[in-house]
């Protein structure tokens, strides 16, 4: 309560009045005495908006209401104005049913009144700070809420129209045309050749060449080029006979074989030998192959998707890649736009992944991301990508402490980036990609 809080004091007993009005002003208190709850009641509803206490006689006699009845119609014109109830020995089991029905506290007019109103008065304090504090922080989760459900308005339209074809999140019209491309080529039995920058999503849109076409019901099969050595790759991709190289202790079908009938889908492409080159030519041009170590003619049905980030051109004119090979994966050529060109879909993609990381770790709650947050995001030139970008929302909601993620929880290097794209400070990602792969 404040210092100079304005106090009203009802009880019948003029000396009980007087003598808890002269203890009130001692500090700094505004004090105003009644003889009746009626005329306390009056001044209420005249000019009670300023008032910070009561202290209420429980009885006043003959011919007046009672101090429940007048605590019930203050209630119902003050229900937050703290209330005192005075009672006389004997009526204790009034008292407390006072408290019951709302009063703040009660004390017994004894010897002891002064201080016993202090010590009382020092409760509603400690009991008012707690008001205060819960209606502050009732204001921000009602703004908190407020926001959320702006912002799930808006994502709604993401989720239920636009979220899942093919488990690609965009609102994009140029990822739009290239989900159309893939629809109509998906069934179409020949080579598609992906490109886009790292992180871009390559992958899916070989699995919704799959999935979206009339081998669906067949294997999916991938394999990322860059990871393994030459002999490596070659064995995983066409097999190996028992003994056909030392370690190669048993006959080993290889991707193509497990692929037959579907897809198979080869990652970074750009980055094998011109050797493996003339092995997986082969292969497009004749569908059949001999594992390694074996004589074997196998015959296969697969499709090949194909994606690189690389310059295959460029590749082609230092000599590090087959013209006739490029000729032959580009019968189709799908290309992807890095993020920053389809700055529409961060929203909805910080939203989805959000989700997912709720749903895949449920000790991680699912967060709502603040305008600020959302909107350095935009800004931010994503050299990784989208791949970068699920890599910032996780991290983001790893380290957020409340409901809303702010910008202080986003990787350091997404509030430095300007609209131009600039990939200046793309450092840090750039290296934890690089440990990681």
């Known amino acids: 309560m404040s210092a100079g809080g304005r106090v009203l004091i009802a009880d019948d007993q003029r000396e009980v009045r007087d003598l808890l009005a002269d203890k009130l002003r001692a500090r700094g208190k505004q004090t105003e005495v009644f003889s009746s709850g009626r005329e306390l009641l009056s001044q209420i509803e005249a000019d009670g908006e300023a008032v910070e206490l009561v202290v209420l006689d429980l009885d006043f006699g003959v011919g007046e209401p009672d101090g429940l009845e007048i605590l019930q119609q203050l209630r119902s014109l003050r229900p937050n104005l703290p209330v005192i109830i005075l009672t006389g020995k004997g009526s204790v089991d009034s008292a407390v049913a006072a408290v019951q029905g709302g009063a703040a506290d009660f004390i017994e007019k004894d010897l002891f009144v002064e201080d016993k109103l202090e010590l009382s008065m020092e409760k509603v304090e400690r009991m008012l700070h707690v008001l ?123 991707r193509f074989e497990t692929a037959d009938g579907g897809t198979l889908f080869l990652d970074e492409i750009g980055n094998t030998s011109l050797e493996f080159q003339q092995n997986l030519l082969r292969v497009l041009e004749y569908q059949e192959f001999e594992r390694i170590g074996g004589n074997r003619t196998i015959k296969v049905d697969v499709r090949v998707v194909a994606a690189t980030n690389t310059d295959l051109e460029a590749e082609i004119s230092a000599g590090r890649f087959r013209a006739d090979l490029y000729d032959r994966l580009r019968f189709t050529e799908v290309q992807l736009p890095p993020l920053r060109d389809r700055r529409e879909d961060i929203r909805p993609l910080v939203d989805h992944f959000a989700r997912e990381l709720a749903s895949e770790v449920p000790s991680i709650p699912l967060r709502v991301f603040g305008n600020e947050a959302l909107t350095m995001m935009e800004a931010y030139g994503w050299p990784g990508n989208v791949r970068e970008l699920k890599f910032a929302v996780e991290r983001a909601l790893c380290v957020a402490q409340g409901e809303i993620v702010t910008a202080v929880d986003l990787p350091p290097e997404v509030g430095g980036q300007s609209q131009d794209g600039n990939q200046a400070t793309s450092g840090t990602f750039d290296e934890q990609m690089t440990a990681i792969e």
């Open 132 to 254: 205060r504090e819960n209606a502050r922080l009732q204001a921000e989760n009602d703004a908190l809420g407020a926001e959320n459900e702006a912002l799930g308005a808006q994502n709604v339209f993401y989720r239920s129209e636009l979220g899942s074809r093919y488990r690609i999140v965009s609102v994009s019209p140029k990822v739009e045309t290239i989900l159309q491309q893939v629809e109509q080529i998906a069934s179409i039995p020949r080579p598609v050749l992906v490109r886009g920058e790292r992180g871009t999503g390559k992958e899916l849109i070989a699995a919704a060449l799959h999935y979206g076409g009339v081998r669906a019901e067949r294997p999916f099969v991938k394999l990322n080029c860059a990871a393994l050595s030459e002999t490596l790759l070659e064995s995983e991709l066409f097999g190996h006979e028992k003994g056909a190289f030392t370690g190669a202790s048993d006959t080993r079908r290889g």
